[in-house]
């Protein structure tokens, strides 16, 4: 569908995003619950974040089994992911597939940003309008807008001075130019710079990694598709899921529940050396010990262990003291085959950008520690206003005229991931204080919830109202349950700390996925608890 005049347009439903999240939340209210539904998104595309991140190198960093759908049986089944980290076209290629089967795509305006919304109290709506001044009329909103989908692109001075060209990873355009031969330099060392740097390393002609801040990276394990577990999702595909959603992160094991600290050196060592050889960041955090985001004690026992491999890797002490990160193990954990190896290449140069600032753009490059970087190519990995980035971006407006922006002024606040006091009938797939998870799986689960909801509410007289106190509750075990942890005390876009001005705070349920769904199942229970189903 394309962008026309929505002028008329009245919906029972209507979703924000064709993501992961708002795929399955149209194909759940439209095709399954029989409700007027349609989505909006300003990509040109479904796919979300897999439509926009086309960069080198990308690809998820959950195993495939884990990231997908499944609420298609023979899709979940049966579906050929050639690869144990699939590619981003191949990911891109299943949402297609999965938009295509489920005629999702007649649904969906493409290239239309929604610019407001406001809860109209007197006709139990909420009004939507566009960037291009077209509005739609709709009984619920579900907001299905990315976790990581709001670009973060600092600018640095005199950018229009230089003659190279300036790409940031999270908006790839098609027409990139092709990078071999070329003098590129990548900045930011997250998981996106990470990615990019060990797929260019080879290609281009020199690489300057632009580091502020080093982080602990170990192995992805990249390969074909495990066969093992191909035929266990055959053989019991519900109960493979309802595993996979058993567990705290939803990654496709079963996190440890033995402390790094009880165990002697040598098991240690044993543990971290099969981790490594396996690869994969949340594996080698939470399959190894119980404790290394929790105890600065375990958490050095972790990164030791990766130092080790650092100075046993790179040749160049000095680059290897450059690689040696400051902080705890506990950002969100990054994974790139032959990361370290990467910098023994002489076509490889890192530069500590925190000891030698860059300063400006010239027309031939950028002005890095004083002296200038001849450069081709800039590629800004620099990460996203993440979890609250895209609601805010929304200028949203709830009961008594309450703006989001002024209700999310010190942090955000949301009841179990999924909506918010004072905006009634908007609902949120992955939502702050949602599950600290892979995603496409709690995805389905939660728009389930969503959906449970909603038809509760279709008995009545169709308002869902969250209750502050709920949402207060809520709010408070998820800030003690970070508060446990050293993922508050390590700056990352976990707890916001990377975008310059965002209030630091902790946004997310820390008790894990199987922890998350019983005491959502007891909600529900509860004649859904808090949520005031009108
Ligand atoms: P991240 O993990 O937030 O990484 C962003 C990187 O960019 C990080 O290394 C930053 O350094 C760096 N950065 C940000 N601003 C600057 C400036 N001004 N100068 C130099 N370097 C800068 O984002 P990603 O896109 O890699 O990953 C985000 C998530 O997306 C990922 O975890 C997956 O779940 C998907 P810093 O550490 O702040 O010093």
Redesign the pocket.
């Known amino acids: 569908m394309n962008a026309v005049s929505h002028k008329q347009l009245e919906l029972d439903v209507a979703i924000i995003g064709a993501g992961v999240g708002g795929l399955y939340a149209l194909h759940k209210t439209r095709n399954v619950l029989g409700m007027k539904a349609e989505a909006f998104d300003d990509a040109g595309g479904v796919g979300g974040t897999w439509y926009w991140n086309r960069y080198p190198g990308c690809r998820v960093d959950t195993e495939s089994t884990i990231y997908t759908y499944s609420f298609d049986l023979d899709m979940f089944q049966n579906w050929e992911w050639s690869e144990r980290y699939a590619r981003q076209p191949e990911v891109l290629n299943y949402l297609n597939a999965v938009a295509d089967k489920h005629d999702l795509k007649r649904s969906i305006h493409f290239n239309t940003r929604i610019a407001s919304a406001e809860w109209k109290e007197d006709e139990g709506r909420w009004l939507l309008t566009t960037t291009a001044g077209d509005t739609v009329k709709a009984k619920y909103v579900i907001e299905a807008v990315g976790l ?1 989908s709001s670009s973060y692109a ?1 600018q640095f001075p005199d950018q229009d001075k230089f003659k190279g060209e300036v790409l940031l ?2 908006k790839w355009p098609d027409t990139a130019a092709d990078l071999e031969g070329k003098r590129v330099g990548v ?7 990470i990615q990019i740097i060990t797929a260019l390393a080879d290609k281009v002609g020199h690489l300057h990694v ?1 580091q ?2 080093a ?1 602990w990276v170990v192995p992805l394990g990249i390969g074909p598709f495990p066969a093992e577990t191909r035929e266990k999702i055959k053989a019991d595909p519900h109960g493979f899921r309802d595993w996979a959603l058993s567990t705290a992160a939803v990654f496709g094991f079963d996190e440890s529940t033995v402390s790094a600290l009880e165990v002697d050196n040598e098991e240690r060592k044993r543990v971290y050396e099969k981790a490594w050889k396996k690869g994969n960041g949340f594996s080698f955090l939470l399959e190894t010990f119980s404790d290394i985001p929790v105890t600065a004690e375990a958490n050095k026992t972790a990164t030791d262990f990766i130092k080790s491999k650092i100075d046993a890797i790179v040749t160049d002490p000095e680059v290897a003291r450059k690689l040696t990160p400051r902080d705890y193990y506990a950002k ?1 954990p990054l994974a790139a085959d032959n990361y370290y190896e990467t910098y023994n290449r002489d076509n490889v140069t890192l530069h500590d ?1 925190k000891a030698e600032p ?1 300063e400006r753009y010239t027309e031939n490059g950028l002005i890095v520690g004083g002296k200038e970087l001849e450069l081709d190519v800039v590629i800004m ?4 206003d993440a979890m609250t980035g895209n609601y805010l971006k929304i200028d949203t407006i709830g009961r008594n005229g309450v703006r989001l922006k002024d209700a999310w002024k010190n942090g955000p606040r949301a009841y179990a991931g999924m909506s918010i006091a004072d905006f009634p009938n908007l609902l949120m797939v992955f939502g702050p204080f949602s599950p600290f998870t892979s995603q496409p799986l709690v995805h389905e689960w939660q728009v389930d919830f969503l959906c449970d909801l909603i038809e509760k509410a279709e008995q009545g007289n169709g308002i869902i109202e969250t209750t502050r106190e709920a949402q207060d509750d809520w709010v408070r075990v998820c800030q003690e349950g970070m508060a446990g942890t050293l993922f508050e005390v390590t700056d ?2 976990i707890n916001g700390a ?1 975008i310059p001005g965002k209030p630091r705070t902790s946004m997310w349920y820390m008790g894990g996925m199987g922890n998350y769904m019983t005491e959502m199942n007891a909600i529900r229970d509860d004649n859904y608890r808090g949520f005031e189903v009108r």
């Open positions: 990581l600092p990873a999270s900045v930011g060392t997250g998981s996106t710079g632009l502020r801040t982080q969100r950008v860059i990995a620099t990460g996203f990352s876009w990377n």
